[in-house]
């Protein structure tokens, strides 16, 4: 009989400090949300979210950019998305790390 919690995989923890959190979050807040789809694919290199996660917010970030230089930008529809999905992903970073238990 095989038991899901005894016989998962270890998984290993995103961030190894408090300080290293913050400037995490600090960088995805700085960068406007561009650097939000590098932050989770290393947490997807890291097993902590599944590696659909990064690929979402570079379509949502990266697409919207692409999208506002090609048709224009007339009532600031890219500002508005790039800050919604920056404040998203800056809070989905802060969280990443809460249920985290050893050897687990």
Not at 60 to 68: C, E, M, R, T, V
Not at 92 to 103: E, F
């Amino acid at each position: 009989m095989s038991n899901p919690y005894i016989n998962a995989p270890i998984r290993a923890r995103m961030y190894t400090s408090t300080l290293h959190k913050v400037i995490w979050v600090l960088v995805v807040v700085a960068s406007a949300g561009l650097l939000a789809p590098p932050l989770f694919f290393i947490a997807a290199k890291k097993r902590v979210v599944s590696m659909t996660v990064p690929a979402i917010y570079a379509v949502i970030i990266y697409g919207s950019a692409f999208l506002g230089s090609l048709l224009g930008n007339p009532k600031n529809w890219v500002g508005g998305i790039l800050a919604i999905t920056m404040i998203i992903s800056a809070v989905h970073a802060a969280i990443l790390d809460t249920d985290w238990k050893p050897g687990r």
